[in-house]
């Protein structure tokens, strides 16, 4: 069985091909972060039209790519949601139509189950149960799995995401865009402990996040410290310790709440090396596993929604010819 995945929720196209068989056989992605960096984040409008330009090309990338022809694909998935509205649209409606001209399935996937699903690309992919960590400009979510499809919401974010968190700082901080990467490769310059950042809503029970304070703290002491180079390394150093470790805590709650012996972390802010590095150490002292995607399958893709695919494929009748999207679509 091979599926078709098209990934359009926000600014990168990702078009792959996935074998039930031989896994994944194509894999094309085109980022839109040339296109947006002048704005100093997305522009919605500009993402849809990016989106409507590059999809088709990267289809046809994608069949070269696997030697196939579009008559060798059995169903076509693609990202309904959540995302923007507009770029989403591009996704479903050039999915829904190919799929309905090749009189094959199409399936309706959510972007954050691809993310969850990521790992399972890998060699090594994790078993059920696990904690997952979904952590991405858009989301930061910690939730429960016990089986495909059987998610339980145990905490989120209640204002900005964490990727989102580390742009903004990373703008203030005079940085490119997107932000997140390039604070974190100053920030290994570094004095540890110059600057110490509060870890917010660790200091009581429960599992769910907040940036917007941490990130109004880091503000101001860039207005009032940042003033060379090695004060603005400082700087990103205590902010992005304050996020990883903000992290680290909710997760160790999750885990002892659960008893589960293995985590996920998924999302564009799992290719962050340290937070990587400390999840290790903390899953390595508990005797458990940690598991992420290779960092090209950290940002968003076509490979996480073509096996997401396949794998509802197998469980479920396709969707009918109505065409929605969801901006807002709760994994659970």
């Known amino acids: ?19 039930s068989y031989a896994g994944l056989i194509a894999n094309q992605v085109h980022t839109q972060s040339e296109v947006h960096e002048a704005y100093g984040g997305v522009v919605p409008e500009l993402a849809a039209r990016h989106h409507l330009q590059q999809t088709l090309p990267l289809i046809q990338a ?28 591009i996704g479903a409606c ?46 930061t979510q910690l939730i429960s799995v016990t089986a495909m499809g059987c998610y339980e919401l145990l905490g989120e974010s209640l204002d900005d995401a964490a990727g989102e968190a580390f742009d903004k700082i990373a703008k203030l901080l005079g ?3 997107p ?29 769910d996040f907040s940036f917007s304070g941490l990130k109004t703290f880091a503000a101001q002491t ?19 310790d304050a996020v990883i470790d903000t992290l680290l805590i909710k997760c160790r709650r999750a885990l002892d709440r ?15 090396c340290l937070l990587r590095n400390k999840l290790a150490d903390m899953m390595t002292g508990r005797n458990g596993e940690v598991f992420y995607a290779r960092p090209e399958f950290c940002t968003d893709n076509g490979a996480m929604i073509a ?17 929605k999207v969801y901006p807002r679509w709760p994994l659970s």
Do not use: W
């Open 222 to 240: 860039i207005y009032n410290n940042a003033n060379t180079q090695q004060v603005r390394a400082d700087i990103a150093c205590a902010f992005e």
């Open 1 to 19: 069985m091979r599926v078709l995945g098209i990934e359009t929720s926000c600014d990168e196209t990702g078009i792959a091909i996935y074998d």
């Open 307 to 323: 096996y997401a695919g396949a794998i509802r494929l197998k469980g479920i009748t396709h969707d009918s010819l109505d065409i």
């Open 94 to 139: 050039i999915g829904r139509s190919l799929a309905f001209s090749l009189n094959i399935p199409s399936i309706a996937i959510n972007h954050m189950e691809g993310h969850l699903l990521s790992p399972m690309l890998e060699k090594n992919p994790p078993d059920f149960p696990f904690i997952a960590l979904l952590v991405s400009g858009g989301h």
């Open 258 to 272: 659960s008893g589960f012996k293995r985590l996920v972390v998924a999302g564009g802010v799992s290719a962050n």
């Open 62 to 89: 994608a069949l070269q790519e696997s030697k196939l022809t579009v008559k060798d694909i059995n169903a076509v998935a693609y990202t309904a949601g959540p995302g923007l509205v507009s770029a989403l649209l």
């Open 179 to 207: 932000g997140g990467r390039e604070l974190s490769k100053i920030s290994q310059h570094g004095v540890p402990g110059r600057f110490i950042f509060p870890r917010p809503m660790t200091n009581r029970p429960g599992l």
């Open 175 to 177: 940085l490119g865009y």
